[in-house]
């Protein structure tokens, strides 16, 4: 459609990538505590391919319950990628009826996903530092573009990862990235007692630094209006999504545009935006 | 693709589809979703997202949610005007071969034969669907359910453009018969039944609708049994008028069904977003499923029932 931001080029050029595999195989699917979950998928080998083209804010349509084939799929960024095993992880969180579903799922199973879909996140220009702010379970694709700031020569970013309660952390496997974690909690349980938000403004950020976000929409709001205006925020959106792909328009977010541009498609134009550019609605 | 592709083409009156399998309005965009899953000149006829006389942003979020068997939506009339569809889209899947048909729509008279004017002369586009039913926009009403109205704008389009004119009939105007019965005096080189059925989910803590608006259209699998009672009513009633049926069809046997109750064709919707391959499936599958019914092609079997 209309130009899109420069900033997706890159999933627009790699389209011809994505593919619907009906034999994902699920090789991993542990709890983390505190409703928090690992999955780890196998990609067929001869669609391996696939995988070279996951990166930081991409994300996979599942189909978590194949008994109800119509049901939506649902979206998960990756978490983790593993080029030679042909493996990837989603980090997700029991809310409701598909992930219950998902969560009962035993190892060699078959899942069906679409992928790779979205826009990733943009890796900074050289010198330029990075801050990672995850709230809850939107610290998934932050862990992944963690791993893709250190293949690219990056200092460990900082995270700045904020919780209820120490459980939502699962610091254990959050530990396992190359990540300088900071955390807060709501209930002081572990490091900050407040909310990321409120660290990211105690501990200060500088005018050059890019930062990184995804968590829930009153998160991303208080983290607009805190961060001076010069701050680049990229951040990961969620919609309710029935295609993933482009193809309903059901998953609309508005943005400072004017008119058929007022209006974005996060699985399509995202889901990575200038958070800035986008009207943030609860 | 069928092996034999004279077994899956379809014609009557003026319409003719290599394929059955038609993608349905709003469900495939301007077809750019489906590229990495099948070729676009395998289908029958991508009909486009609704396109209208200027750019249009569609309704806020929530536009959709799930409902038992399908989905409600309320995405409005999201799309990037004729304008832009002619100079920047069209030209695309004109070079690719698509069979295309524009899904027109508007508020006005007026609206609507502007936008045919503009793309009749436009090379690539076989025909028109209007969109007369969309239940999602104010006042969108109106052509679909009032039987005057409905005549009129058909014989407005009509002397507009020689290309097919295929107006969308709407659940919401009841008995779809009478409504086929004009399309044809009126010159229609056929009638899709039908579209999304106005339909609400709410939240029962809240109370609120679970779409940004009060209400939206139903779509999917639920609607099938419907979609079928409509496409056989219209056939009894007026069977020289093509019918593309649209609303619920899933599976290739489902495409049998809606031809044996009198389809020519039939458009593929809501099953896109659960599985982007079913196209090419469906393609796979018919030729058996023809033969078992004892025929040699699809088009042998429209109207046959039992
Ligand atoms: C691009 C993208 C990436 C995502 N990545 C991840 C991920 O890596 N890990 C993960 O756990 N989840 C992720 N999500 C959210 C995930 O898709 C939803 O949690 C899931 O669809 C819920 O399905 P359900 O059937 O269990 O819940 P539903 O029954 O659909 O909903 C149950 C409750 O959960 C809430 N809910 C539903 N969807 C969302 C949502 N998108 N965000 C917040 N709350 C929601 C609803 O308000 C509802 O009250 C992502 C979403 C998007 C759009
Ligand atoms: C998300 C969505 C968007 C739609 N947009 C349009 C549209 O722009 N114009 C139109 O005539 N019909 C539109 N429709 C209706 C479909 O073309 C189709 O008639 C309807 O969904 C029933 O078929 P299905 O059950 O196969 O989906 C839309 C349907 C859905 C689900
Ligand atoms: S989910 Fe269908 S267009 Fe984004």
Request: proline content about 7%; glycine content about 10%.
């Amino acid at each position: 459609m209309s130009s899109l931001p420069v900033r997706n080029q890159r999933a627009v050029i790699e389209s011809a990538a994505v593919k619907a595999l009906s034999e994902l195989t699920v090789t991993v699917n542990r709890s983390l505590g505190g409703g928090l979950r690992l999955l780890t998928l196998k990609v067929p080998s001869e669609d391996a391919s696939v995988l070279e083209h996951v990166h930081a804010g991409r994300f996979v349509m599942l189909r978590c319950d194949e008994a109800e084939p119509f049901k939506f799929r649902r979206p998960f960024s990756f978490a983790s990628v593993n080029a030679q095993a042909g493996t990837f992880d989603i980090y997700y969180k029991v809310v409701g009826d598909q992930t219950r579903k998902l969560a009962d799922i035993a190892p060699g199973t078959h899942l069906s996903g679409v992928l790779p879909l979205g826009s990733g996140f943009t890796i900074p220009p050289p010198d330029t530092p990075a801050i990672l702010i995850g709230g809850g379970v939107g610290v998934a694709p932050l862990l992944l573009l963690a791993t893709e700031l250190v293949a690219a020569g990056r200092p460990r970013p900082r995270l700045l990862f904020g919780g209820r309660t120490s459980t939502d952390l699962t610091l254990e496997y959050v530990s396992g990235f190359p990540v300088e974690v900071h955390p807060a909690t709501d209930d002081g349980s572990h490091g900050f007692h407040g909310n990321v938000v409120e660290l990211a403004a105690l501990e200060g950020v500088a005018k050059d630094v890019y930062v990184y976000a995804c968590g829930p929409v009153p998160m991303l709001k208080s983290l607009v209006e805190m961060l001076p205006q010069a701050v680049s925020i990229e951040a990961s959106l969620e919609e309710v999504m029935a295609c993933g792909i482009g193809a309903c328009y059901g998953c609309a977010v508005r943005t400072d545009g004017l008119g058929a541009e007022s209006m974005r498609l996060v699985c399509r134009d995202g889901p990575v935006f200038d958070l800035r550019q986008i009207r943030l609605e609860e | 693709m069928a092996e034999d592709a004279g077994q899956m083409r379809v014609a009557a009156g003026r319409l003719e589809f290599k394929s059955p399998v038609l993608l349905a309005s709003g469900c495939a965009s301007f077809g750019e979703p489906f590229e990495d899953f099948f070729k676009l000149t395998e289908v029958g006829a991508l009909i486009t997202k609704a396109i209208t006389r200027e750019p249009r942003a569609g309704n806020e979020p929530v536009r959709i949610c799930e409902t038992p068997g399908g989905m409600l939506n309320a995405i409005g009339l999201h799309n990037p005007g004729v304008e832009e569809f002619a100079t920047e889209l069209l030209p695309k899947l004109r070079e690719a071969g698509v069979t295309v048909i524009v899904n027109v729509a508007g508020h006005s008279e007026d609206d609507y034969i502007q936008v045919l004017r503009r793309l009749r002369d436009e090379p690539g586009i076989y025909g028109f669907e209007l969109n007369l039913s969309c239940p999602n926009v104010d006042g969108g009403m109106m052509f679909a359910t009032d039987p005057v109205l409905f005549g009129r704008i058909c014989e407005k389009a009509r002397a507009v453009t020689e290309l097919w004119l295929i107006p969308k009939l709407s659940p919401a105007a009841g008995e779809l018969a009478p409504y086929a019965q004009i399309a044809d005096g009126a010159g229609m080189d056929g009638v899709t039944v039908s579209n999304t059925h106005p339909a609400m989910a709410l939240d029962w803590r809240t109370g609120r609708s679970r779409l940004s608006r009060p209400s939206g259209g139903l779509s999917g699998p639920a609607v099938k049994p419907l979609t079928l009672y409509n496409v056989w009513q219209v056939a009894q009633t007026v069977p020289e008028l093509p019918i593309l049926a649209s609303g619920g069809c899933s599976e290739a046997c489902d495409v049998i069904e809606f031809v044996r109750a009198g389809a020519l064709a039939v458009q593929l919707g809501t099953i896109l977003f659960h599985d982007p391959l079913r196209p090419r499936r469906i393609h796979e599958e018919l030729p058996a499923l023809i033969a078992e019914c004892g025929a040699s092609t699809l088009n042998e079997l429209r109207g046959r029932i039992g």
